[in-house]
């Protein structure tokens, strides 16, 4: 017996790697960061923006109202009133200074809830540092949005496709007080370059989630479930294939041939 107790005592050495073995057979679900990244939610808080009606007039009036409610007392707002030859915005005044200071930003969205012209939102970018404080002070100059409605790209920010879209879309829920008569209603205005957002999907199914960026949440950590916990057609061979599948790159489509008819020259 004393032969068995040793080898057993031997073998109980390796039962400490039953988990790491375990683990070792289960799908990778890790990312090439920074290279790959996770798909963002659509009510992710980000870098600010400050936006424009699609005539190209600024949103913000100079109101101090998000400066107000800035719990983190962030913001800095100075309204002037509008040159009556060129004004800057439809009302009476506009954001002559905007600053955020971002070394003191909670990104709670607050201001843009207080918002009454929906001129300040979030995108999804989080992901920028700085070498030295005057660059975390963000001016209106690098707030404002462009000519095209997008956002300006600074030098220390690393802002990915889709970033820009969809800034704080949880301000697009509709029926906001549980009634279903406002349920999909628009009640924003348009914005420069994007024209009027899709409203988020409500409780009676009508919903569009490529307009509105909203993502399942089974869909996002389906490769963290247990293949009890995925749907039928997602389980087993079948299911890691399809999954593997939508990890490959979209092929490349061939350049269409230029023809006489299309001013191309005839070989």
């Not at 080898?7 to 960061?33: C, I």
């Not at 939610?41 to 699609?54: F, I, K, Q, S, T």
């Amino acid at each position: 017996m004393g032969f068995l107790d040793n080898l057993r005592d031997d073998l109980a050495f390796f039962g400490g790697f039953k988990v790491t073995l375990e683990q070792m057979a289960k799908p990778r679900v890790t990312n090439q960061y920074p290279d790959d990244k996770r798909r963002k939610p659509a009510r992710l808080h980000g870098r600010h923006v400050l936006n424009r009606y699609e005539d190209g007039m600024e949103k913000c009036i100079g109101c101090e109202l998000c400066a107000g409610v800035c719990p983190a007392d962030c913001i800095y707002v100075r309204g002037a009133d509008n040159p009556p030859d060129d004004p800057v915005s439809p009302g009476e005044r506009y954001g002559f200074v905007y600053e955020i200071n971002y070394l003191r930003c909670i990104h709670c969205d607050m201001c843009v809830e207080a918002c009454p012209t929906e001129a300040i939102t979030e995108s999804k970018l989080f992901e920028f540092s700085f070498t030295n404080r005057a660059d975390a002070i963000y001016t209106k100059a690098e707030l404002v949005v462009d000519d095209d409605g997008r956002p300006q790209q600074l030098p220390w920010e690393d802002w990915r496709e889709g970033d820009d879209q969809h800034t704080s879309a949880w301000m697009r829920a509709t029926s906001p007080g549980g009634n279903a008569a406002y349920e999909g209603r628009v009640q924003w205005s348009g914005e420069l370059g994007y024209g009027t957002r899709t409203p988020e999907a409500g409780q009676r199914g009508e919903r569009d989630d490529q307009a509105t960026g909203t993502i399942a949440l089974r869909d996002l950590l389906e490769s963290h479930l247990e293949q009890s916990e995925l749907p039928p057609e997602k389980r087993g061979v079948k299911g890691a294939m399809d999954r593997a599948r939508k990890r490959l790159p979209a092929p490349r489509r061939p350049k269409a041939k230029a023809t006489p008819a299309d001013g191309g020259e005839q070989a």
